[in-house]
Each structure stands twice: as structure tokens, then as C-alpha cells.
């Protein structure tokens, strides 16, 4: 290509103020150095852009046609300057995140607007699908940031530690479940599992619990939402596994029972993937910093940490068990 963003500013100067000198003034290069610039550009599309009458420089037919485009593309330039500038200092900027795990958007609103009281001006777009790959999606540039419940190990990503959370197996009170201390995946090969909506075999628990086990849940019944799940499990048609602050407040007012899954409890590590290769602005580490404060029970008010800080694994929390 034998345009460059000086040699545009350069004919656009000229063409402006008419002289080499005044022109040279205003991008700051001497009139020879100016000069000897638009001698070669001139020598590369083989055709004079400008001519000289009198003391004054006037643009050709070609240097005409140059003028305009030039004009219009630099015009974009410094747009697209201003724009940047504005981004790297968070301002008018949108910040584009998705997750693979619904059960955020309990807590993710309480998140929004915290951050919204000290960039009001970043727009939080949420990408929402059951079948969503957060980390494929940054990859691909169609997210920023990737929410994932898992460590991740994608070498061109970062990974960013958040908090830890424990999945426990719900039952109504009168169900066998409420006599035991804990409940093993071969447990769950008699029971119907009410699941979140996924891929199939995709979930956390699938990979993580039953599928080592060799264990297929008798009938499994995948529900897109928290609220549902909780119903259907407290009307008596199955069981389900979930995060503890997602359904404390059941717990607490009796109406289900949490079990902790195997004998050693099952805790979620949370994380945020973002590119390698980009330098992650300002505006996104404050936001990552409000995501690891980690959630808080739903219904409750969102106030600051509450599951680990800096990254580090969160103390255990305790959890109303059956049977002890």
C-alpha cells in the first residue's frame, strides 16, 4: 500500500493552508522534510498532486480526489483516537460477558450495579445460553470475559481465580436422603436428578461425580431456572444438587433438606477467562475485583466479600446437613 496516515495529513495540510511552510508548521516537520514527503509519494503514484500557482500550492485533478478521501479517513482516524482514549479510560466502553452456568443470574445484577455506581458510562451486554462456551466465545472475540464455574486451562487465556462454592443434594424433609450424612453418586442412580438445562452429560456434577462413578440418575429432568427446580423438588418429584446460598433460605425455614455430595462435600472453584494476549483495562479488573467478592444467599443484600478475597480458596461454609 503507498498511502500512510502522514502522507494523508500531509496532502490535507497542504491543500488547507497552501504553502509548504505553513503547512510543515502544522504537523510540526520542517518545509524541506515536508516537502521531500510528498516528492516521493508523488514519484510512487507516478502523477504531480499538486502545482504551483504563484506562491501557492493547488491541488491537481489526482490531488483533488486525495484531498477528499484523505479528508474522510482521517476524519475516521481520529475518531477511532478518541474512541480508544476513551476506552482505556473506561469511558463509553462495552464490556461483553458470558456464562456457562445460569444459576449467576442470581447474584450477577447485584454485581451490575455495584460496578455501574463507578463506571456508569461501561455497557454491560450479558450473553445468555444453555449450550455456551464461555471460553470459545473469547477466543473468537464474541465475549471479553468468561465466567466459568471450573478452572480452566486454555494456555492463550487467563485465568483469574474468583471464589469457592459448595453444591449440596436437596430433599424434602421426609425424604431418605434426610437421615443421611452425606449421599454418594451411587445414591443418585436411584433417584430422578432435576438438573439445570445443559448439554447433555455437560454438567458440573455429570463430569465430576457420576460419570467416575458409572452412575446414571434413573431419570433425569433438566429445568432452565433455580426457582423451578426448588419447587419441583419440595413437591416431591426428585431431587436436585445446587449451590448452597442459591437455596439457604429453604434451608433455613425447614421446607429442604441439604446433604453434602460424597463424603468429602463438593465445592465449585469459580473463575474469569480473558485473552492472553490483551492487556486487561482497567475498567474489567475492577469488575473481575466485584466477582470474587463471590455471591451473596439470594434475598440478601450485596455488601462485599463473602467466600474468598484475592483469589485465595474460601474457608468452608457451613451448611445445614441432614443427619448430623
Known amino acids: 500500500m503507498i498511502f500512510e496516515t502522514k502522507h ?7 491543500a488547507e493552508h ?3 511552510t505553513k503547512a510543515g508548521r502544522e504537523l510540526h516537520i520542517s518545509q524541506p522534510a515536508l516537502s521531500q514527503q510528498l516528492l516521493l509519494l508523488e514519484g510512487r503514484l507516478r502523477t504531480p498532486l499538486f502545482h504551483r500557482d504563484g506562491k501557492r500550492m493547488v491541488p491537481t485533478a489526482a490531488g483533488q480526489r486525495v484531498v477528499a478521501c484523505a479528508r474522510e479517513m482521517v476524519a475516521q482516524l ?7 482514549r476513551r476506552i482505556a479510560g473506561g469511558q463509553d466502553v462495552q464490556l461483553r460477558l458470558g456464562t456457562q452456568c445460569f444459576t449467576v443470574f442470581h447474584w450477577l445484577p447485584a454485581v451490575l450495579a455495584e460496578f455501574a455506581k463507578t463506571y456508569p458510562s461501561v455497557d454491560v ?16 472475540g464474541k465475549i471479553d470475559l468468561g465466567i466459568l464455574n471450573r478452572p480452566g486451562e486454555d494456555p492463550r487465556l487467563t485465568y483469574v481465580p474468583l471464589f469457592e462454592d459448595e453444591m449440596v443434594v436437596i430433599a424434602p424433609p421426609d425424604h431418605r ?12 442412580g436411584d433417584e430422578h ?3 439445570y438445562a445443559v448439554s447433555p452429560g455437560q454438567g458440573i456434577i ?3 461425580v457420576l460419570r467416575p462413578a458409572g452412575v446414571r440418575p434413573r431419570k433425569v429432568t433438566e429445568v432452565q431456572w433455580t426457582d423451578a427446580i426448588v419447587e419441583f423438588v419440595k413437591a416431591g418429584m426428585g431431587i436436585s444438587v445446587i449451590a448452597t446460598w442459591a437455596v439457604r433460605s429453604h434451608i433455613d425455614d425447614g421446607s429442604l433438606c441439604a446433604i453434602r455430595l460424597t463424603e468429602t462435600g463438593f465445592r465449585r472453584r469459580w473463575s474469569v477467562a480473558t485473552l492472553r494476549s490483551v492487556e486487561t483495562p482497567l475498567h474489567m ?13 439470594i434475598g440478601s443484600t450485596y455488601r462485599g466479600p463473602t467466600h474468598a478475597n484475592d483469589g485465595k480458596p474460601a474457608k468452608k461454609s457451613p451448611v445445614h446437613l441432614a443427619g448430623s
Do not use: C, H, K, Y
Open 78 to 84: 481520529e475518531g477511532l483516537e478518541d474512541e480508544l
Open 177 to 188: 436422603f434426610a437421615r443421611q450424612e452425606f449421599v454418594s453418586a451411587a445414591d443418585i
Open 206 to 208: 455429570a463430569q465430576a
Open 125 to 140: 451486554q450479558v450473553v445468555s445460553d444453555g449450550s455456551f462456551s464461555p471460553e470459545r466465545a473469547v477466543l473468537e
Open 285 to 297: 479488573r475492577a469488575f473481575i475485583s466485584l466477582l470474587a467478592r463471590g455471591p451473596m444467599p
Open 193 to 195: 436428578l432435576i438438573t
Open 18 to 20: 497552501g504553502t509548504m
Open 8 to 14: 494523508l495529513r500531509a496532502v490535507l495540510a497542504v
